[in-house]
């Protein structure tokens, strides 16, 4: 930058701006957006499977042909049961599962809003790093 002596101050250069004509443009560098509500639920679900005591969870009930019980889910993981209730509900809360209850235990199954969606992303999870490398 040329320095202009009599404000004691720096001049700073013009900025040309050159037209764009129509036919020498590009399309967009990036898609569409994603429509705020698909959004909203897909960052929701993507929060419960942060943590991988609910993809053990949830990994349980999409291989379980039934309902399971609140008591067995416990058995799969060193949690107490406070844990795994509370790990629970924010599945439920993100819509990836249902309770039904039985007695004075509950019973869990995969949202069937949800379950393709929850056995399409289980099944995307990287497998074994050996059978990767391959």
């Known amino acids: 930058m ?3 002596p009599h ?18 443009c590009c399309a967009p560098a ?17 929060k419960a499977l942060a943590d991988t005591t609910r993809l053990g969870i949830l990994a349980t009930l999409a291989a379980a042909d039934n309902p399971v019980c609140a ?10 049961q406070p844990t795994v ?6 599945l439920r809360d993100a819509g990836l599962i249902v309770a039904e209850r039985r007695g004075k235990w509950a019973h869990y199954q995969l949202h069937p809003a949800a379950a393709d969606w929850v056995r399409a992303t289980l099944a995307a999870l990287p497998g074994d790093s050996t059978a990767e490398n391959r």
């Open 30 to 46: 990036r898609p569409p957006g994603l429509p705020a509500d698909r959004a909203a639920l897909a960052a929701r679900r993507f």
């Open 85 to 90: 209730a509370h790990h629970l509900k924010v």
């Open 7 to 24: 404000m004691n101050t720096l001049r700073r250069g013009t900025i040309h701006l050159l037209p764009i004509q129509e036919d020498d």
């Open 71 to 80: 008591c067995d889910l416990g058995d799969d993981v060193a949690l107490g």
């Open 2 to 4: 040329p320095y202009h």
